[in-house]
């Protein structure tokens, strides 16, 4: 009997140590549960209207202004090569020579043929009573018989010839510009290379790009447009279109080209670069892109209002690199977030800590 009551004691302990423990635990959950929510630090900005950048990207390919191919005109032993690549020269500057003594040889011979045909045209004209002094006196008939009789028409061609050939021996620059592709070398037989050099005019460039048939309506001559080499990192070009090619390739694709201009060289042919094409629309509500996001497949914007993030659905109808329209969804005035926004939802407690 002693024993059961000593039992019955030691139960009623147990259920009253048990019971406080779980009346703690409920009061800790009901703590935690009615703990103040975390408030999110946001930056937002006024909605308003102004001109939105319409814009278009494409890459493209820069190319010399002008190029000149400097080929050998004759083939003979190259005697000199006086440039280097790289190297600015002036239209009619000397680049090389060839050994001259073949052409000289044969401008001798062709000399010496003319004088002798020169003779033998006189000697006709006297025959029929005219001076070689006078030939406007000579019937156009007889002067052309003397010519061919005496040979003086092959002689004369003979002799042009032989002088153009010999000037083709010194090697000139056609085109003021830089030297590129200098495939000559020295003591080597000019028939050992396909041409001499390049002469690039690179003080302006062209730069050649394609767009959409379906965006061709965004693009106009004289439009300015903004150049950036992809070696050049950090750096912008100007340039104007030019010309629109008026057809429209197999890939539904339609060429322009651009004018770079080339200050202290910087741009090289063959450099690839990509073109933006900026077009304003004006009286548009324009919002930064970090305030549009993708929620259940749509797009959305978080607005502030009293403390809270508000959602609102939007439509957007164009966008650039930097900024988007909306045209449903939004009013001016209104202070849309944009940063801190990923995670927010529906009426977050949140507070402007960067108004811009």
Sequence with gaps: MKNLSLTILLITLYACSTSQADNAGSEEIARISHAEADITKVGTVTVNYGSFDLELISN???????????PFRVQEQIVNVVVLEGQSVTAGQILGRLEPFTYQKRLDDATNSYEQALIDLEDRLLGFGYSLSDTASVPD?????????????????????????????????PISGVISNLEAHEQNPSS??????????????????????????????????????????????KGTVTSINPAVDDKGMVRIT???????????????????????ISNTLIVPKEAVLYRQNRQVAFIYEEGKAIWKYVETSHENSTHVAIIDGLEEGMEVIVENNLNLAHESLVSVVNQQ
């Design 60 to 70: 493209g390919r820069l190319e010399a202004r002008r190029r000149a191919l400097v």
């Design 141 to 173: 008939n007889i002067l052309k018989m003397a010519r061919i009789r005496s040979g003086y028409n092959n002689a004369q061609s003979a002799l042009t010839e032989a002088r153009r050939n010999l000037s083709h021996t010194t090697i000139t620059a």
């Design 192 to 237: 050992a290379f396909p041409h001499f050099c390049e002469v690039l005019d690179i003080n302006t460039m062209h730069l050649v790009f394609h767009l959409l048939e379906t965006e061709i309506g965004q693009v106009k001559t004289e439009q300015q447009v903004e150049i950036f080499p992809f070696a050049l990192t950090g750096e912008t070009f």
């Design 258 to 280: 651009v004018m770079v201009p080339n200050p202290g060289r910087r741009l090289m042919d063959g450099m690839n670069a990509r073109v933006l094409l900026k077009n304003k």
